[in-house]
T-cell receptor, first 112, second 116 residues
Framework: DQQVKQNSPSLSVQEGRISILNCDYT??????FLWYKKYPAEGPTFLIS?????DKNEDGRFTVFLNKSAKHLSLHIVPSQPGDSAVYFC???????????FGTGTRLQVTL | DTEVTQTPKHLVMGMTNKKSLKCEQH?????MYWYKQKAKKPPELMFV???????INESVPSRFSPECPNSSLLNLHLHALQPEDSALYLC???????????????FGPGTRLTVT
């Protein structure tokens, strides 16, 4: 039972354009969402998070949008840079619990 | 310092060996985690320690034995593993409940384990 899904296994975007990575969840108890970036042979690196009381959180080039009614979140990266090429995982958590449930990941390739 | 360190980086062990993975953090975090990640899959939670006590065991086989000797260290003892246990083992840490702020888990680089 995959409670957090990233339906696009890969995405290719030109440098300077916007990258949009999507994530859907099924568990309505989730109320805190995070995005992680992972390079090969490294651990995931935290990027940005959002609480369910918000619908948008912005940090530099990264913005996360949350649509609770649709149980959908997205990560926007603008402008995209070659160094952004990595696998991106969304993750969800119930606020009072420690367990993170990860999505399956989307491989982003930013081309020159 | 937002670093979680893990040793060794790579480990090859036979099915009859006993080995240990080590994890260390100095961020004052009181929650520490072990995850297992297979190729092209998301990380899967194995264990959570909160205030040095085991709080979550995700039905992990007993051939994996976690230990939290103090608030900065987390070990994973391995014994009689199977080839299908080959994976990247990730350690993470975070503030523990009750959190003072919205909180995230910081991950180490992982130990690449191969069981032969």
């Amino acid at each position: 039972d995959q409670q957090v899904k990233q339906n696009s296994p890969s995405l290719s975007v030109q440098e300077g354009r916007i990258s949009i990575l999507n994530c859907d969840y099924t568990n309505s108890m989730f109320d805190y969402f995070l995005w992680y970036k992972k390079y090969p042979a490294e651990g995931p690196t935290f990027l940005i998070s959002i609480s369910s009381i918000k619908d948008k959180n912005e940090d530099g080039r990264f913005t996360v949008f949350l649509n609770k009614s649709a149980k959908h979140l997205s990560l926007h990266i603008v402008p995209s840079q070659p160094g952004d090429s990595a696998v991106y995982f969304c993750a969800a958590r119930i606020r009072t619990a420690s367990k993170l449930t990860f999505g399956t990941g989307t491989r982003l390739q930013v081309t020159l | 310092d937002t670093e979680v360190t893990q040793t060794p980086k790579h480990l090859v062990m036979g099915m009859t060996n006993k080995k240990s993975l080590k994890c260390e953090q100095h961020m004052g975090h009181r929650a520490m985690y072990w995850y297992k990640q297979k190729a092209k899959k998301p990380p899967e939670l194995m264990f959570v320690y909160s205030y040095e006590k085991l709080s979550i065991n995700e039905s992990v086989p007993s051939r994996f034995s976690p230990e939290c000797p103090n608030s900065s260290l987390l070990n994973l003892h391995l014994h009689a593993l199977q080839p299908e246990d080959s994976a990247l083992y990730l350690c993470a840490s975070s503030h523990a409940f009750p959190w003072g702020r919205q909180d995230e888990q910081y991950f180490g680089p992982g130990t690449r384990l191969t069981v032969t």
